[in-house]
C-alpha cells in the first residue's frame, strides 16, 4: 500500500528536498505541498493524505495551529492523518503542545535522508515517533516548567494500571525503546508492545506520544527524578 504525503513548509527548497527523496520510494507518494499552515490544512482536506510532514515556525498559520485543526476536524470531515512535526530545535515548546494535541511524534530537519523515510513509515503504520534522544530533554524541560500535576485525577487512572504495566510506561517516559524496554524488565518484544497496547486501551491514549505526556503530567515520572 502505497503511503500519501503532504510536506508543509516555508522553505521552498526544503519541501523540494524532501519531496524528491520520498518520491524516489516505492511506497510513499507526495500528494501536495503547502508554504504555511492555513495553507497546509486546506491541502490536507483536499488530498486526504496518510502523512502530514508539518514544519513548527511558519507564516500566516504556524505548524502547531494548523496540527491542531488537521487532527480535530469540524462535524462532517471523516479523514484524520497522522502529522509528523518538523522543527530545526531539538528543544522547543511547540512541539510539545503538538504532541498533546495529537501530532504522533517529531524529526529534527537535520536528521539523515534514512531517518526522515523510517518516519513516514513508521508513522503511517500508527506508531508515535520519539526519538529517545531528543524526548529525554524535550519532555522533562517541559514538564518541570508547567504547573504540579492533578495528581488525585491521574492516580485514579494510573491505579487501573498493574505494576508490570506501570513499570512499561515509566520506561517509555524515560525514552526507551521497546527493545531497551526488553532488556530491561528481561521480556520477549512482543510481550512489551502487548504491554504498551494494554497501556494505551486502559488509559485511553491514542499512542506513545500521548503515554509520555502523560507519564509526566500524572506525576508517575518527575524531570531528572525517578518514578514515584
Do not use: C, W
Not at 521497546?178 to 504491554?195: D, G, P, S, W, Y
Request: no cysteine; net charge negative; aromatic share 4%.
Amino acid at each position: 500500500m502505497t503511503i500519501r504525503v503532504i510536506i508543509v513548509d516555508d522553505q521552498a527548497m526544503v519541501r523540494a528536498g524532501f519531496a524528491a527523496l520520498l518520491s524516489a520510494q516505492a511506497d510513499i507518494d507526495v500528494v501536495g505541498e503547502a508554504p504555511d499552515g492555513r495553507a497546509g490544512v486546506e491541502v490536507a482536506r483536499s488530498t486526504h493524505p496518510d502523512v502530514v510532514l508539518m514544519d513548527v515556525r511558519m507564516p500566516e498559520m504556524d505548524g502547531l495551529a494548523a496540527a491542531r485543526e488537521i487532527l480535530s476536524p469540524p462535524v462532517g470531515v471523516a479523514h484524520v492523518p497522522k502529522v509528523l512535526m518538523l522543527t530545526t530545535f531539538d528543544v522547543d515548546d511547540y512541539v510539545y503542545e503538538a504532541l498533546r494535541a495529537g501530532a504522533s511524534g517529531f524529526l529534527l530537519k537535520d536528521a539523515p535522508p534514512a531517518d526522515l523515510i523510517a518516519a513516514v513509515r513508521v508513522v503511517a503504520a500508527g506508531e508515535a515517533l520519539l526519538a529517545p534522544s531528543v524526548t529525554r530533554r524535550l519532555i522533562a524541560d517541559f514538564a518541570a516548567s508547567r504547573p504540579a500535576p492533578r495528581a488525585d485525577r491521574a492516580a485514579l487512572r494510573l491505579n487501573g494500571l498493574t505494576p508490570r504495566e506501570t513499570e512499561v510506561l515509566e520506561l517509555i517516559a524515560r525514552g526507551l525503546s521497546n527493545q531497551e524496554i526488553a532488556a530491561r524488565l528481561v521480556l520477549a518484544e512482543q510481550t512489551v508492545k502487548t504491554h504498551i497496547g494494554r497501556v494505551l486501551a486502559k488509559l485511553d491514549l491514542r499512542d506513545r506520544a500521548q503515554a509520555v505526556i502523560f507519564a509526566y503530567e500524572s506525576g508517575l515520572v518527575t524531570p531528572g527524578g525517578a518514578g514515584r
